[in-house]
Nanobody, 120 residues
């Protein structure tokens, strides 16, 4: 089982990045995929999630209207498009899989994280 997060980097405030989370080793279609982040010295924060069957999407208030989650089940990949980035978005971003719907509390699999730094 593997979740491979990628796409992080250094971007100026107001810029954009697209994160990818490629999954293998489990039945991707059955799992909701979430994105979480952790900034230095802070607790991990839930960011967004997309359910497996109904493709419902959910966002933290801090990113609503700026971030968009999507998934391509043919490629076993979930994306997080991040626009209008702010310095407070700086964190290590993780993708995680939980069976079925987005509950945000019981992840079965985790990716390794990708660093996003928003700075001028």
């Amino acid at each position: 089982v593997q979740l491979q997060a990628s796409g992080g980097g250094l971007v100026q405030p107001g810029g954009s990045l697209r994160l990818s989370c490629a999954a293998s080793g489990f039945t991707f279609d059955y799992y909701a995929i979430g994105w979480l982040r952790q900034a230095p010295g802070k607790e991990r924060e839930w960011v967004s999630c997309m359910s497996s069957s109904d493709f419902n999407t959910y966002y933290a208030d801090s990113v609503k209207g700026r971030f968009t989650i999507s998934r391509d089940n043919a490629k076993n990949t979930v994306y997080l498009q991040m626009n209008s980035l702010k310095p407070e978005d700086t964190a290590v971003y993780y993708c995680a899989a939980e069976f079925g719907l987005c509950r945000g509390s019981d992840y079965d699999y985790w990716g390794q994280g990708t660093q996003v730094t928003v700075s001028s």
